[in-house]
């Protein structure tokens, strides 16, 4: 559930969906597409489900949501959202929100953390059993869900600030402080969350290699994992959908990866983060 941008709203005018409508709008194709694809998909909305779909073949459909602004500041808003298989939420995407602060090159909005309801609600998640996204946040807001989480938490689609330097890429006390979570962090194969020149749209299979190499650098061979961001990305790709998602580890395995550290990249660190947050 990807809440749709508030810069559209002037565009779309009365055509703007209110939040509540466009998630249940989003929840009946979910719903609807398990329902009529069960035999090779499964929901999963805690450990036993995704357990008995991984033994018996079905892909696991893990809901998540993309910026939590329509929490709205209610609990019980968060709470309605589990109940309908919520697992993942990132709290914040680029606009400000009741849980706080999102990534930004405005250095005063980038040192801002969680309002004091997004701390609440960051307990309260760990508490439901919905993973915490740090991807978005501001560096104050993930220094906030460090101090505060006691589960791992994820960096779904983020990169190493160290090569890239955009703001959406994490410091390497970040990603230290993420492994020690026990987290996990989904390289992104956006280019300019990948190239030193932030204007590059090149997703090369070079550059998703380095980072891989210094995530395991600095966070050590449980951190890495894929996050691709496929439906929120333009530019020129080595790999430009999931099917061709075989040759990124086949250039893993040509460039000095261990098979048990591709493993892991491909999907057993996440399947950890899961174990231990579901």
Known sequence: IFMLPESLREELQEAFPKDWDYIEALLAIYNKTIAEHGESIGQCIDLNTYL???????????????????????????????????????????YENCFGYPNSNDRTIMSKGLTCFGKEAIEEMEHLGILVDVSHLSDGGFWDVVKLSKKPVMASHSNCRALAPHRRNLTDDMIRALANKGGVMGLNFYGPFLNEDSSCMKSRFPEMLAHLKYMIKVGGSDLPAIGSDFDGMNGEFDIPDCSKMQLLFEAMERNGFTEEQIEKIAYKNVERVIKETF
């Open 52 to 94: 008995d779909n991984k033994r018996t073949g079905k892909v696991n459909a893990i809901l998540s949501m993309e910026d939590g602004r329509a929490v709205a500041g209610k609990m019980d808003n968060l709470k309605w959202l589990r109940q309908v298989g919520v697992r993942m939420m990132a709290p914040l995407w680029n």
